[in-house]
C-alpha cells in the first residue's frame, strides 16, 4: 500500500518572489512523493489568474510527463501575463496621473476667481488623461485600474480645490489687513468716538468694502473672509454707535437692528453660494462619470471592430486552408475545419450583432 502524504496546511507551488516567480521545492518534494493516480480538487490564487481553466486541464491522471511540464508551464505563463498585464496597466495609470499634473500645473493659476473655472480646467485635464491611460492599457479585466484612475483623478481635483481655497483665504486676509487696518488705527485714536462719528464711520467702512471687492483674484472665499472679519467687528460698530450723542435711544435700536438684518442677510447669501458650490461638485462628479464611460464605450467598440477584423482575416485563411484539404483529399481533415470555420462564422455574427452604445 502507497505511502500516506501528510501536509499540515496548504502550501503555495509557484511563489513571486522579489518579482520573479519560482517553484516551491517543498510542495515539489510532495508532489514528487505521490505515485498514485490523483484527482485536484481545487487552485487557488489570485483573481482572474486562469484557476478554472487549469483546473480543467488538470483533470487526469497523473503519470504523464509530458502533460505535466505542459501543465506546470501553463501555470507559470497563465500567471507572468496577470503580472505583466498589472504591472503595464499600473504605468499606464501612472502616465494618466503624470499628464493630469503637467496639465494641471501648466493651466492653473490660484486662486481662481470662481469654483466652476477651477473645475472646467480640471475637467480638460481629466478628458486627456483618461485619453492617456486607454492608449497605454492593456486588457484592464473588469476596468480595476480605470476605477483606479477615477478615484486618484478624484482626489487630485479635491486636493487641487483645497489649494484653491487656502489660496483664496490668504490672499483675503492680506487684503483686509492692508485695507482695513488703518481704519481699525482710527478708532483706537478716538477719532470716530464723537458725535456724528458713528455715520463718519459707516461710510468709511463702506469706502473700503467697495475697494476691497474692486481687487482682483480674491478668489472663492473673498465674501465669507468679508463677513467673518466684519461680524469679528461688530462689538467696536456698536461701541462707537452707543457713544454717538447725535442718536436718540430709538434711532440707535433702529441701528442695531438694521446692522442685525444686514449681517443675516449676507449669511444667507453665503448659504446660497455654498450650495451652489455643492451643486456643482455634484455636477461635476456626474460628467466624470460619464467622461470615463464615453472613452471605455469607444475604446470597447474600436476593440471589437478590431477583432471582428481579425476574424475575418482567420476566417478567409481557414476557408482557403479547408478548400486545399479538400483537393488533397484529406476529407476527415476537411470537415474538422469546417467544424472550425462554422464556430468562427457563429461567433463572428454574434460580435456584429453586439453594438456598443
Known sequence: MASEIHMTGPMCLIENTNGRLMANPEALKILSAITQPMVVVAIVGLYRTGKSYLMNKLAVEKGDNQNDSWIFALAVLLSSTFVYNSIENSAAVQKAIAHYEQQMGQKVQLPTETLQELL???????????????????????????????????????????????????????LLQVIFSPLEEEVKAGIYSKPGGYRLFVQKLQDLKKKYYEEPRKGIQAEEILQTYLKSKESMTDAILQTDQTFTEKEKEIEVERVKAESAQASAKMLQEMQRKNEQMMEQKERSYQEHLKQLTEKMENDRVQLLKGQERTLALKLQEQEQLLKEGFQKESRIMKNEIQDLQTKMRRRKACTIS
Not at 120 to 147: C, G, P, T
Open 120 to 174: 472646467d480646467l480640471h475637467r480638460d485635464s481629466e478628458r486627456e488623461a483618461i485619453e492617456v491611460f486607454i492608449r497605454s492599457s492593456f486588457k484592464d479585466v473588469d476596468h480595476l485600474f480605470q476605477k483606479e484612475l477615477a478615484a486618484q483623478l478624484e482626489k487630485k481635483r479635491d486636493d487641487f480645490c483645497k489649494q484653491n481655497q487656502e489660496a483664496s483665504s490668504d490672499r483675503c486676509s492680506a
